[in-house]
């Protein structure tokens, strides 16, 4: 994204080294896929062995902090979207 004298530092420190939309779309699906990951499923599932073994996480710890995060991220990308701050796409 194109740093202005109008970009909050907020944003500028979400989004600083992703280029395109495109990139910051791919941080927010990513960062929703992990927030999804980060659900503690271990303990809804407690008597299968292949779900403690896929889903390491067993607190709400890190889905407490990957919520707040993806949908800072988000906010950011819509900055930049209503102000114009993305670089083209080179090819």
């Not at 990513?30 to 809804?44: H, N, Q, R």
Request: proline share 3%; hydrophobic share 55%.
């Amino acid at each position: 994204m194109q740093k202005t004298d109008k970009t909050p530092l907020w944003v500028f420190l979400a989004l600083s080294s992703i280029e395109t939309r495109k990139g910051a779309l791919l941080l927010i699906w990513s960062s929703i896929v992990f927030t999804f990951y980060c659900v503690p499923w271990v303990l809804y599932f407690d008597g299968n062995g292949w779900v403690a073994k896929l889903f390491l996480i067993d607190d709400w710890e890190w889905f407490a902090m990957m919520l707040p995060m993806t949908f800072w991220y988000w906010l950011s990308m819509r900055w930049v979207d209503k102000n114009g701050g993305w670089r083209l796409a080179s090819a």
